[in-house]
């Protein structure tokens, strides 16, 4: 079985950021993931506030990242994380595929999205219901659409998609939590309507979605729509810590200002975390903190 001073679990901007510092120490590094190295970069259309490349797209910020960390050396590899076990000081990590030995380990798995359970999600799942506006907004150009969610990224995807759709209804299930520099694009857009407070509570159709039954204040409303993007709800990507007795707050791993778990050896960084903003910059920080402490760490075992 390979063993390596650390395994990354999560190729997103904070697992290849902490394989890059990894590498950069000359520590033996893989980043193991069950998808395409970029994680959540790879649904974003357009980035205004990530440091010094404005206006970039997720996927080529997504490609920059694992052309940097692939030619320094680190090594990727694919598998879903199932299990990870603490054997003598080593963590065993087994996947769909196989099993890996490491003597630390960070953890950069992000969130996934969390599904509503209101009906017809499952059902059009795919023949509208769709949670990744960059992927699928093309499928509805010209097309009357819906997006359900109140942060920024339902904001932002709101404004990508009034560029292709024909119209857009942003459901927002609060007040939305939003820069007022996306506020003022939004409300540009000529085609958005923007409900705030609104619960939605049935998506619509017969083969594929006709509309969108929702709730507000005034009571309840129908809309036509052939998509609903971007519903709301997340929950982190951590269920196979379970075993290691982990601290961790509704599905989402507790740190110190080190990114150290209560289990020795065991860092997180990026969306996975326990905190408020979820973001590209401080999930890069958070790794290069993580991968810091764990290149301490491997050295403390080999005096
Ligand atoms: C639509 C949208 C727009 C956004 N726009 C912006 C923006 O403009 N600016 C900004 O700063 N932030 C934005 N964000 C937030 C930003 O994308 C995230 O904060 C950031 O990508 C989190 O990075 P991460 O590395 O922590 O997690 P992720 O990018 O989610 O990566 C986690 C990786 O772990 C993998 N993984 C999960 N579980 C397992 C497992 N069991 N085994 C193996 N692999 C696993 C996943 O496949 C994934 O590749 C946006 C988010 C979305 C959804």
């Known amino acids: 079985m390979d063993r390596y001073d650390c395994l990354i679990i999560g190729a997103g901007i904070a697992g290849i950021t902490a394989g890059i510092y990894l590498k950069r120490s000359n520590l033996s590094a893989l980043v193991l993931d069950k998808d395409a190295p970029g994680g959540k970069l790879n649904n974003i259309h357009r980035i205004d506030n990530y440091p010094g490349t404005p206006k970039i797209a997720g996927p080529e910020l997504a490609m920059s990242l694992y052309n940097q ?78 997006v359900y969610g109140y942060k920024d990224h339902a904001v932002e995807d709101a404004i990508y998609l009034s560029s292709l759709a024909s119209s857009v209804l942003l459901l927002a299930p609060e007040v939305l939590e939003t820069t007022q520099a996306h506020r003022e694009e939004l409300l540009a857009a000529g085609n958005v309507t923007l409900v705030e407070n609104a619960k939605l509570l049935q998506i619509l159709g017969e083969n594929k979605v006709s509309g969108v039954r929702y709730e507000t204040a005034q009571g309840e409303k129908e809309a036509e729509t052939e998509a609903v993007f971007q519903l709301f709800g997340e929950k982190s990507s951590s269920m196979f810590l379970s075993s290691l007795g982990v601290n961790m707050n509704k599905g989402f791993i507790e740190v110190d200002a080190n990114m150290k778990t209560n289990v020795e050896g065991l860092y997180a960084a990026g969306d996975v975390l326990d905190k408020k903003l979820r973001q590209l910059v401080n999930a890069a920080g958070e790794a290069s903190v993580a991968a810091t402490s764990a290149i301490s760490y491997v050295h403390s075992l080999k005096k």
Request: with cysteine; aromatic share 10%; net charge negative.
């Open 69 to 146: 960390a692939s030619e320094l050396g680190v090594t990727f590899d694919y598998g879903a994380v199932s299990e990870i076990k603490k054997v003598d000081g080593i963590f065993v990590v087994t996947t769909d595929m196989t099993s890996y030995e490491a003597k630390s380990i960070i953890v950069a798995t992000g969130i996934e999205n969390k599904k509503l359970g209101v009906p017809g999600e499952a059902e059009f799942n795919g023949k509208g219901v769709s949670y990744c506006a960059t992927c699928d907004g093309n499928f509805f150009k010209g097309k009357p659409v819906v």
